[in-house]
């Protein structure tokens, strides 16, 4: 274990399959998925080997869709002893919906989750992390269906998704509905800006030194932990390829070959765990936990 790896770390899995994400909304309709070969089983079966060889639990955020077609990889998540939270059901951006169709997926997913793998789901991480301003709503929904923790706000500029002054840390979020706790994508701060350094594209396109220094940055000089995240279509370079943008090509595709072998430099660099439990260690000595964010939220 490196010298960095003091502090302990969220390791966030989002259960989805390489035609369920955003960048390629539009080119494949929800109505054809059924007939798309479908790789996500193999590739988080291929996570849950690589995490039971290292030691490491997580937490998977399991899309309803793929729930609901693959119940025994739920099961085998939980009976693993990683913690199963919720990524919505259909992968719909946020702000492209109402509240109603909102309320209707995620109450859909978090019911699919608990019934399949037995046990209580407490978190949620909307597809693309789309709380933005525009769907600030969305937190009040969370905290009347019964999550008690949300991860999906990136405090960045994004041309999809961001709140920049949103804060870098895990925090309790207070609304009129009650309250939850929100834990945002890790960044580090650079003058003005934030810069992820979260996971995902972020991982695979920029060289695997950002990401060591961002989180030994977080865990070395603020004492705090960060939130990493990853999709299984992101290990498989075979998968089959999708035309989209030149921009969501990149995106998308670059470095999948890369992947597998900077997430196990990650592991053995890093102490990781599920979501729970880093918000169960951090919250009570956290500043932020009375204070949210009531100039924005």
Known sequence: MSEHARVLNAMTIDVEDYFHVSAFEGLMPRQSWDSLESRVVANTD?????????????????LGWVAERHPSLVRRIADL??????HGYAHRLIYDQTPRAFRDDVRRAKDLLESTAGERVHGFRAPSYSVTPQSLWAIDILIEEGYTY??????????RYGIPVSPRHAYVLRREAGSLIEAPASTVRWGAMNLPIAGGGYFRILPYAWTRWGISRLNTVEGQPAIFYLH???????????????????????????TETRLRTLLNDFEFAPMREILRDVLPGSEQCETGLPYVW
């Open 232 to 258: 299984p279509w992101e290990i498989d370079p075979e998968q089959p390829r999708l035309s989209g943008s030149f921009l969501s090509e990149f995106r998308h595709y670059r470095h999948l070959d890369q």
């Open 81 to 86: 002893g990683h913690e199963s939270a919720s």
């Open 150 to 159: 949300d991860a999906s706000v990136f405090p960045i500029r994004h041309d």
């Open 46 to 62: 291929r996570l849950l080997s690589i995490f039971d060889e290292t030691g490491v639990r997580a937490t998977f955020f399991v």
